[in-house]
């Protein structure tokens, strides 16, 4: 066709279903030399699933008391740890008792008034007061076992933890596999989840490179450092924590199906099928381009 290279590329990329958003950004992909993946929502399928309830025994509370607390916080979030806690609620038809006051606090957790008292729900690194051995000796146990651990306290005190499990994505792997040989670097994980259950994921899917427990700006911080060592970093994310990054790499792609409407719109691209198989396709299809146009 007479169609500009940039342009047929855009075209093909859009028909292995990832969506470029101009061909400023086509041309930018064929330049990636470092690839850096969220964890979950991007490569796992971001619909985990409540395998362990574990009420502390000085809360008072059984398994599912813990579990409907929990979710009442959680309700209003959008994250997928929160759907998780809900569903699981809903599946054993626990009531929920109404929540005011929410605050969510990205790569942290939420909080919300039930009950009169005061619930959080999150990341047992940055929610865990001093002490609190059991919930510690607890968190540790799930995490050894590959589980994200969802502490909830309660008034500030620790109730219980909640272990949630994620699937990778099927095609994980042999994305890894093609972007290495691509850009002849192994990708790097970025992800606010812990070091451990980072570890057994990145183990399952071929990366090594693992920085844990990083909040949205520490995702940024990395990009930047690479960036400035003058590499082109991509950045494939789902999660509005992942769109500082998103902005801040030399290319980002959002994941269409499991992704928050902010890092859509930041992203430059869009796997729209959730697909991470297509990527080094389209990175590909971006070389060839750039060598018809140059
Ligand atoms: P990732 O980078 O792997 O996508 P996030 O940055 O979204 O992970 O979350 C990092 C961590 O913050 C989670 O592993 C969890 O411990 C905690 N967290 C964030 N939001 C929530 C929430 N709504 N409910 C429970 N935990 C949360
Ligand atoms: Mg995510």
């Known amino acids: 066709?007479?169609?500009?290279?940039?342009?047929?590329?855009?075209?093909?990329?859009?028909?292995?279903g990832v969506l470029v958003k101009?061909?400023?950004v086509m041309e930018r992909l064929g330049r990636t030399d470092t690839v850096a993946f969220d964890k979950t929502g991007t490569l796992t399928?971001?619909?985990p699933r409540v395998t362990d309830l574990r009420p502390l025994p000085g809360s008072g509370l059984d398994e599912e008391e813990l579990l409907a607390l929990a979710a009442a916080a959680e309700h209003p979030s959008e994250h997928a740890l929160a759907r998780a806690v809900v569903g699981a609620a809903r599946e054993r038809s626990l009531p929920l008792a109404p929540a005011t006051g929410f605050t969510s606090t990205p790569g942290q957790g939420v909080s919300a008034t039930v009950g009169g008292r005061t619930v959080r729900a999150g990341s047992p690194s940055r929610l865990l007061p001093e002490?609190?051995?059991?919930?510690?000796?607890?968190?540790?146990?799930l995490e050894d076992a590959g589980r994200t651990a969802v502490v909830v306290l309660c008034d500030g005190e620790p109730a219980g933890v909640l272990g949630i499990a994620d699937r990778l994505r099927s095609?994980?792997?042999?994305?890894?596999?093609?972007?290495t040989r691509l850009t002849g670097r192994t990708p790097v994980l970025l992800t606010g989840d812990n070091e451990r259950a980072a570890r057994h994921l990145a183990a399952e899917v071929g990366i090594t490179d693992v920085r844990a427990g990083l909040l949205p700006q520490d995702k940024v911080t990395a990009?930047?450092?690479w960036e400035r060592e003058g590499r082109k970093v991509l950045v494939i994310g789902d999660g509005v924590n992942d769109a500082p990054a998103l902005a801040a790499a030399h290319t980002g792609i959002a994941m269409g199906g499991?992704?928050?409407d902010l890092a859509l719109e930041t992203a430059d691209g869009v796997a729209v099928r959730d697909e991470l198989a297509t990527l080094?396709?389209?990175?590909g299809l971006s070389r060839t381009a750039r060598r018809l146009v140059v």
């Open 45 to 47: 399928e971001g619909t």
């Open 1 to 16: 066709s007479t169609m500009p290279p940039l342009l047929s590329a855009i075209a093909n990329a859009g028909r292995h």
């Open 223 to 225: 990009v930047r450092e």
């Open 22 to 24: 101009s061909a400023v």
């Open 280 to 283: 080094p396709a389209v990175v």
């Open 171 to 179: 095609d994980a792997p042999a994305a890894v596999a093609a972007l």
């Open 131 to 141: 002490g609190a051995d059991a919930a510690r000796a607890a968190v540790r146990e």
């Open 258 to 260: 499991a992704g928050s």
